[in-house]
């Protein structure tokens, strides 16, 4: 019998506490958090040069009036991040313009503008432009020949730094009469992106 009560005992201890359980409320505190806004940052390239800072267009980084011999000097254009979101690296193209006087040069004058030195961030790049014209020279005919293809892959991961392009063309000794009073005017197209597989 002791076992019967003590069952009934129980079964009505656990009812109690089912039905005080029920019975009992518990707080409870409810925070929100607005204006959660998701955007996009950005990639913006800026351009300096001696004379002009920080800009998407600067003109006449490059360039000097030469005899056969005669180099340019060292000229820099520097590369920067100004946006918000890192880079991975960028890629530099020319494209070349010439202007040929009569006589006519043929070869025509980019090919007698040897890149003297080329370096990026103190780097020697000058060994990615191969000498596709054969003439043994490495110069803005063959940067332009090969645009698609090299100076690609200088690092450029910060932001707001500047990255230089320093740059040294000189009139081969070998350029011929017919390239007098020639023209090169070459447009530099830098690129920069965010991505390696780019």
């Known amino acids: 019998m002791n076992t019967k009560i003590a069952m009934s005992a129980m079964s009505i201890v656990a009812s109690l506490a089912i039905m005080g359980g029920a019975t009992f409320a518990f707080f409870s505190s409810s925070a929100t958090s607005t204006e959660n806004v998701f955007a996009t940052g950005s990639l913006v390239l800026g351009l300096s040069d001696t004379d002009q800072f920080d800009q998407a ?35 530099v193209a020319v494209a070349n313009t ?17 890149i003297q030195s080329l370096t990026y961030d ?9 000498n596709s014209n054969g003439n043994g020279l490495f110069d803005l005919d063959d940067w332009e020949l090969n645009s698609a293809t090299v100076l690609d892959n200088l690092p450029l991961t910060d932001l707001g730094v500047n990255h230089p392009l320093a740059m040294n063309i000189c009139l081969d000794e070998s350029a011929p009469n017919e390239v007098q009073t020639d023209s090169v005017s070459s447009l530099f197209t830098v690129t920069l992106n965010q991505n390696v597989s780019q």
């Open 57 to 91: 267009t600067v003109a006449a980084s490059f360039g000097g009036t030469l005899a056969p011999g005669q180099c340019t000097g060292v000229q820099t254009l520097n590369l920067k991040n100004l946006g918000s979101v890192a880079a991975n690296h960028a890629e």
């Open 98 to 114: 010439v202007t040929d006087n009569a006589p006519t040069a043929t070869p025509d004058m980019s090919t007698y503008l040897e």
């Open 122 to 130: 103190a780097v020697d790049v000058l060994v990615q432009i191969p």
